[in-house]
């Protein structure tokens, strides 16, 4: 449907506030559920970015590290860049069991103030590779005063 403006200035100013507000969004949200390909160097390289993420506000990673994943190995380097992520409000983890635990010891820096929503289901159970570095993750999520 198409709208109709008396003035196109104002047209022109509706339109480009829309595409500035989308560009932002893009940058604000990142979904990767279910890339069990990427190889764990190029997760790894994530963490060497110096601001990757910083407006990040919602990330999914579902299922990138579980008993199906090629690049588990490497996700420290995302844990890394996702501990910087001051602005973060949304995290699911879920089925990311093969974790390390060297990779969720990244997390115990993490200030992430505005968290609101997390979800790390099956991240630790009895197949679990990290078990051991849930106190790195479980420490950051105890100053998340948002968390509902």
Request: aromatic share 8%.
């Amino acid at each position: 449907m198409s709208r109709s403006f008396p003035n196109p200035k104002i047209h022109q100013s509706f339109e480009g506030e829309r595409t500035v507000k989308r560009e932002e969004e893009s940058r604000e949200e990142l979904i990767l559920d279910l890339c069990r390909d990427v190889p764990a160097a190029v997760w790894q390289q994530l963490g060497e970015a110096p601001g990757a993420f910083q407006k990040l506000r919602k990330a999914s990673f579902r299922s990138c590290f579980n008993e199906r994943s090629k690049g588990a190995e490497g996700a420290g380097g995302l844990l890394f860049a996702l501990s910087r992520c001051q602005l973060l409000q949304e995290l699911n983890m879920r089925d990311c069991s093969q974790v390390p635990a060297a990779a969720w010891q990244l997390l115990a820096t993490a200030r992430w103030e505005q968290l609101r929503k997390a979800d790390f289901t099956l991240c630790f159970n009895q197949r679990s590779k990290g078990v051991e570095g849930a106190e790195g993750l479980l420490l950051a999520l105890s100053r998340c005063r948002q968390l509902q």
